[in-house]
C-alpha cells in the first residue's frame, strides 16, 4: 500500500534510521491503537512473527511507532521507546480533544 508523508515524518524516519520498507513491516505486523484522533501502531516483542524473533532486523524495530491520520494513509510522524512506549500510548485518551469524538 502507497502511503503518504509528511515532511515531519520523513525528517524523524531519517533521524531514527528507519526505511521505508522497515516502516512498513511495522503497519504490518505492528499492535493498532486509536488514541487522541490518529491511529498508532506500535510493534512489540509479541507481534513478531516466530521466524522473525531471532532476525537483527526485525528485533531492532521492536518499540518503533508509527503513529497515522485517521484516514490511514497519511503518516504524521514516527518515533522509538522500547522501554515505555507502550505506556505512553496507552495514557492517551481515546478521542480527539478537538471534536470531542470518540472510537468506536
Do not use: F
Not at 498508532?40 to 509479541?46: A, F, G
Amino acid at each position: 500500500m502507497s502511503y503518504q508523508w509528511t515532511d515531519h515524518s520523513k525528517r524523524q524516519a531519517a533521524r531514527r534510521g528507519l526505511s521505508h520498507d522497515e516502516l512498513e513491516y511495522v503497519l504490518y505486523y505492528a499492535s493498532r491503537h486509536h488514541r487522541a484522533g490518529a491511529i498508532i501502531y506500535y510493534l512489540r516483542e509479541v507481534d513478531l512473527p516466530l521466524v522473525d524473533h531471532n532476525q537483527q532486523y526485525a528485533c531492532r524495530l521492536i518499540g518503533t511507532a508509527v503513529v497515522m491520520a485517521r484516514d490511514q494513509r497519511t503518516i504524521i510522524t514516527v518515533w522509538r521507546n522500547r522501554r515505555s512506549g507502550l505506556k505512553h500510548i496507552l495514557r492517551k485518551l481515546e478521542r480527539d480533544h478537538l471534536k470531542g469524538n470518540y472510537w468506536e
